[in-house]
């Protein structure tokens, strides 16, 4: 025995129809899931699964367009509430968001030349720069109360060409050494009496033809 990974799993098979679905986060007792993993019961067409899954979606920009819905653009599926965002590649780098009410864990843009588009998406724990220059133009708004991380590898860049809020506590901290551009609006305390303290450890924030408005 092991604990479960990857994959579906149907527990139950049904005929006939039903009125309404549903969808659990079941607690899994005995050996779990695998590490990194997560699982969901849900309905479909005549039967009843346990699917496990990734919470990590890496973009491949494998589908048939430039969408954060399609699947074929992540490795596993689309992203949902709760996931870890990775851009990798050279693939359909300029891509949108058009999901709507998207809460994410992190963004992590592992090479240059990514555009992000679309529509606003919170984020909870991190944004992270690894190499070349990268463009969110989605509107971010941070969330929950944690301690957050702006990690910009030296000799990067990050372009804020966006909206960014941040109307909850939990500091910011800056690392890395790279750069963060403001071409947009990065608003604090603005709509709340949240005032998160802001540590650049290392790096450089440069306000290029947009706002930084702070309590």
Not at 160 to 181: A, E, K, Y
Not at 188 to 210: C, E, R, Y
């Amino acid at each position: 025995n092991a604990a479960l990974s990857v994959g579906t799993n149907t527990l139950i098979t049904y005929t006939g129809t039903t009125t309404g679905s549903f969808y659990f986060s079941p607690v899994i007792t005995g050996l779990g899931i695998g590490t990194g993993l997560r699982a969901e019961i849900l309905e479909t067409a005549g039967a009843i699964k346990l699917r496990v899954f990734s919470d990590t979606r890496t973009w491949t920009g494998g589908g048939a367009n430039n969408n954060w819905s399609t699947a074929a653009n992540w490795t596993g599926s689309a992203p949902v509430t709760g996931d870890d965002l990775i851009f990798n590649g050279t693939t359909r780098q300029n891509n949108t968001n058009e999901m709507s009410g998207l809460n994410i864990l992190s963004v992590t843009l592992n090479n240059g030349g990514f555009t992000l588009n679309g529509n606003v998406f919170n984020n909870n724990s991190a944004i992270t720069n690894l190499s070349g220059v990268n463009t969110i133009k989605a509107g971010i708004i941070w969330a929950g109360t944690a301690a957050k991380t702006w990690n910009i590898a030296s000799g990067s860049e990050l372009v804020l060409s966006n909206t960014t809020t941040i109307d909850v506590g939990g500091d910011h901290s800056f690392i890395g050494g790279g750069t963060l551009r403001v071409k947009g609006a990065v608003n604090i305390g603005q709509a709340s009496s949240a005032q998160p303290t802001l540590l650049f450890n290392d790096g450089k924030m440069i306000v290029d033809g947009g706002s930084f408005v702070a309590r």
